[in-house]
T-cell receptor
Framework: NAGVTQTPKFRVLKTGQSMTLLCAQD?????MYWYRQDPGMGLRLIHYSVGEGTTAKGEVPDGYNVSRLKKQNFLLGLESAAPSQTSVYFCASSFSRSSYNEQFFGPGTRLTVL | GNSVTQMEGPVTLSEEAFLTINCTYT??????LFWYVQYPGEGLQLLLK?????DKGSNKGFEATYRKETTSFHLEKGSVQVSDSAVYFC?????????????FGQGTELSVKP
């Protein structure tokens, strides 16, 4: 099993450009999450999905959109990148929302917006 | 709202020293508590967890006890190794909110010198 994979690993954008980050999991998990990691702030939830075809906003959703057309994939889009979106982005998945179930994380995407 | 506070880093120790990383939390209800570890250039991995008061989570020589009376979940290891150098995140599950998201502390960087 590959677990949770993310592409790309690194990306540099100019302000105003768009891009899509792809997350894939092969554990048949229902729940998927996108977090961003910024220095001194831990990880913060951007958007999440509780199943195929569903998405919802997290703590810091502005400037991002997501889609979950297939159960195994969760896409994060930036329509018009801003320097404030420079961050490391982590995707995670979980079998359920139960607090007994851990979240499994991907290796991250380091994004720089100039 | 729910929150997690960790001791600030970086923490620098010599090999075989005793490690404590403090973590306290604020939460309504009875969240589960987690310690995740992030090795350089990698995603987060679950280190240990505890799902109810007085539970002790343990893994790879690390331990943490869920103390409801002091709202704490301090991470300890009796003898650290160079390979333990990483960033450690304390987190709690917020299963009643936003898909059971994890709320993270800011992370504590540990550096172990030979």
């Amino acid at each position: 099993n590959a677990g949770v994979t993310q592409t790309p690993k690194f990306r540099v954008l100019k302000t105003g450009q768009s891009m899509t980050l792809l997350c894939a999991q092969d554990m048949n998990h229902e729940y998927m999450y996108w977090y961003r990691q910024d220095p001194g702030m831990g990880l913060r939830l951007i958007h999440y999905s509780v199943g195929e075809g569903t998405t919802a906003k997290g703590e810091v959703p502005d400037g991002y959109n997501v889609s979950r057309l297939k159960k195994q994939n969760f896409l994060l889009g930036l329509e018009s990148a801003a320097p404030s979106q420079t961050s490391v982005y982590f995707c995670a998945s979980s079998f359920s929302r139960s607090s007994y179930n851990e979240q499994f994380f991907g290796p991250g995407t380091r994004l720089t917006v100039l | 709202g729910n929150s997690v506070t960790q001791m600030e880093g970086p923490v620098t120790l010599s090999e075989e020293a005793f490690l404590t990383i403090n973590c306290t939390y604020t939460a309504t209800g009875y969240p589960s508590l987690f310690w995740y570890v992030q090795y350089p250039g990698e995603g987060l991995q679950l280190l240990l967890k505890a799902t109810k008061a007085d539970d002790k989570g343990s893994n790879k020589g690390f331990e943490a006890t869920y103390r409801k009376e002091t709202t704490s979940f301090h991470l300890e290891k009796g003898s650290v190794q160079v390979s333990d150098s990483a960033v450690y995140f304390c987190a709690l599950s917020d299963r009643g909110n936003q898909g059971g998201k994890l709320i993270f502390g800011q992370g504590t960087e540990l550096s172990v010198k030979p």
